[in-house]
């Protein structure tokens, strides 16, 4: 339980299979809440790259990077804010609503729009994330053993959101235009909120209307494509069971009115107040990191830790392309202020460890070595939102194409919907890039009409082109929702298959399990090398090998993520545990601003193609090829060395100690 809040007490609370009825009112909470972030967050790479800001591959990346990397820093400040002033219940609704400003804002054509949205965002999403959890956590008695499994199920609330989305959110983003996918988003966020603070009977009402609404969109809205009918079929039925499961259980009593409440009382107007100056006083900062706008000295010119002068010399050298980039990335406001925080805590963090004594020691040098090992997870996974991206739209071939262009079609004039089988074809003596594509869809006489067709004539070298419909073609951001629907389908299979390994006696160790992440992650960059290395003529990947990419990496999470956090409060003594979570958040912060690094060598621009252009699928898919084998390289390299380590890594956890060794030593 949090300091300062109230705990509920199970016994009195009415419950569903042994769970408090409130843990569903919370589950849709955050099923809503992750709906609206995950479907901003599968349209925003391509809304920076093909919307109104027309940024160039390199410039939209380095921002994804600097907005998931706040993303991550800021529950930590939002849970000291109401633990020590707010409560969870009051932090929830603050973050909820700020996070529905940041996404209604998202539909004005304004650069300064943009910026300010991703900064309400960032932190909205610090008020919101932490506390709904922490919720959790209150509505179950002290050393209660149905605790984990009510985290379960609302984990899995976490990722019906996360699957859903990308499918409705991406789907109507991309083929009727961005602002209807954000204002998706955006009325996710608010029913999220409005199932968190209406009286319960509404409550189900809206539990009911939505996942009704959800399960039929899901299978009104869809390619006519056998991919996306299992995964639009699988997430409409989840959704369904979870709305009539819920339902159910809050027709019995819905969330306690004492849970996330401060034992002091509610908060005071002084306190309301000094907050909401804060965050007024913290979004235009925060805008500033996220834009990656520089500081500017008095006489107007840019301060930086790095001077253009500088990195231009560091690009002509040995290496340059790699470092160079890096370079500018760290003299950006984002970057210094990661890298200075990143610094000053670890160093701290190694300083204390050398003055516990040698049990503590040793447990606190495993965890800061797996800390390590899953910042190079997250800064390799996080790749799925950028590079992957980018990737399915450009490389990856996404439609179920019913007939293609014979030798009895050339020279011929056909009319035909263009569609991604059209790229790198050429109409008459012109390629058909992405960007001719975006052109023609974006227009607004055609986005009134999406089955729009174009003529195309036929040449020789169109034979084997497919012909199909719009509607044949699936959204790239789509893909985004493999990874949720694959932890729904893993997840228990995962948690029951180390249950019985570890009443066999063979559970592999914390260490093993990262090194086996890292493996699986590895193999999954390495099918995305593979496909691109197998590409058709154009430079077109079959999707099964994004597929397949996807489901590793989702099965190395499933050997990494859960077992992280249980290892940060396993291994830290008593006197550190709370600055090593800390720790562990700041370290997925800045293995998501590597990942917009890295995400940065897969630019358009890498494969000689125009400033701000496309080039044809045959010109991207080495360079894409090329990145992912080099991760993948990396990511199997890292887990072999975590494998070798294991057994000196297991021993120095002093499995035979107790856990709540206090090591505070002699020094």
């Not at 409560?87 to 729009?113: D, E, F």
């Not at 056909?414 to 023609?440: A, H, M, V």
């Not at 006197?575 to 601003?593: C, D, H, K, N």
Request: proline share 4%; aromatic share 10%; hydrophobic share 50%.
């Amino acid at each position: 339980m949090s300091q300062g809040t109230l705990s509920a007490n199970n016994s009195e609370s009415p419950t569903l299979f042994g769970h408090p009825t409130g843990l569903f009112n919370l589950f849709f909470a955050e099923m809503w809440e992750r709906f609206s972030y995950y479907g901003m967050r599968a349209l925003l790479v391509f809304y920076m790259t093909k919307g109104f800001l027309g940024y160039g591959d390199s410039r939209a990346n380095s921002v994804y990077g600097a907005y998931t990397a706040l993303v991550y820093m800021t529950p930590f400040i939002g849970g000291m804010l109401a633990d020590r002033l707010l409560g969870q219940r009051l932090s929830v609704i603050i973050g909820g609503i700020l996070m529905a400003i940041g996404h209604l804002l998202m539909g004005i054509n304004s650069p300064a729009a943009f910026y300010v949205a991703l900064s309400l965002l960032i932190v909205g999403n610090g008020f919101f994330k932490p506390n709904i959890s922490t919720m959790v956590g209150e509505l179950y008695p002290a050393g209660s053993k149905l605790k984990d499994g009510g985290f379960t199920i609302f984990y899995m609330g976490v990722n019906l959101g996360g699957a859903m989305s990308p499918l409705l959110c991406g789907y109507i983003g991309e083929k009727f235009g961005w602002h209807y996918g954000f204002g998706l988003a955006t009325l996710g966020m608010m029913v999220g909120l409005a199932v968190f603070v209406v009286p319960n009977i509404i409550t189900q009402a809206l539990i009911g209307v939505g996942a009704a609404a959800v399960a039929v969109s899901l299978m009104i809205y869809r390619p006519d494509n056998n991919v996306a009918l299992i995964m639009h079929g699988f997430c409409a039925l989840c959704v369904a069971v979870a709305g009539l499961i819920s339902i159910f259980a809050l027709a019995r009593g819905g969330l306690p009115a004492k849970v996330g409440r401060r034992a002091e009382g509610p908060a005071s107007f002084g306190q309301i107040g000094a907050v909401l100056g804060g965050i007024l006083v913290a979004i235009p900062v925060i805008t500033m990191f996220v834009s990656g706008f520089s500081l500017v000295r008095a006489d107007g010119s840019p301060l930086v830790l790095i001077s253009s002068e500088l990195i231009d010399k560091i690009a002509a050298g040995p290496g340059g392309k790699i470092l160079s980039v890096v370079a500018r990335e760290i003299s950006t406001p984002a970057g210094l202020m990661l890298g200075l925080t990143g610094l000053v805590s670890f160093g701290y963090l190694i300083f204390k460890t050398t003055k516990l004594d040698t049990i503590a020691r040793h447990r606190m040098v495993v965890a800061l070595i797996m800390i390590f090992f899953s910042f190079l997870f997250w800064a390799f996974f996080e790749q799925a939102g950028s590079s992957l991206n980018l990737f399915a739209d450009r490389n990856v071939d996404r439609v179920s194409a019913p007939k293609v262009v014979t030798q009895e079609d050339v020279g011929s004039v056909i009319r035909i919907q263009p569609t991604q089988e059209q790229l790198g074809y050429s109409n008459g003596d012109t390629p058909f890039t992405l960007d001719q594509l975006t052109k023609l869809r974006d227009s607004e006489e055609n986005a009134k009409n999406p089955a729009f067709e174009i003529e195309w004539k036929v040449a020789a070298d169109n034979v084997g082109m497919g012909i199909a419909d719009r509607n044949m073609e699936i959204a790239p951001s789509s893909f985004q929702a493999i990874n949720s629907i694959c932890i729904l389908v893993f997840g228990l299979v995962f948690s029951s298959l180390w249950t019985w390994m570890a009443a066999k006696g063979i559970e592999p160790s914390t260490p093993v399990k990262f090194s086996l992440g890292l493996i699986q992650l590895g193999l999954g960059f390495g099918a995305f090398w593979l496909g691109a290395s197998m590409c058709d003529s154009r430079g077109m990947v079959a999707v099964s090998w994004l597929i397949l990419g996807y489901v590793l990496h989702s099965t190395g999470e499933l050997c990494l993520s859960p077992v992280g956090l249980s290892m940060i409060t396993r291994l830290s003594p008593k006197i550190l545990v709370s600055t090593m979570m800390g720790a562990w958040f700041l370290a997925t912060a800045l293995s998501q601003y590597l990942a917009g690094i890295i995400s940065q060598f897969t630019g358009a621009e890498h494969s000689g193609g125009e400033a701000g252009g496309i080039p044809i699928p045959k010109d991207t898919v080495s360079v894409y090829g090329n990145v992912f084998g080099l991760i993948a390289i990396a990511a199997m390299t890292s887990g072999f060395i975590c494998l070798i380590l294991a057994p000196m890594l297991k021993a120095w956890t002093h499995p035979e100690a107790p856990e709540d060794h206090g090591g505070a030593g002699g020094h």
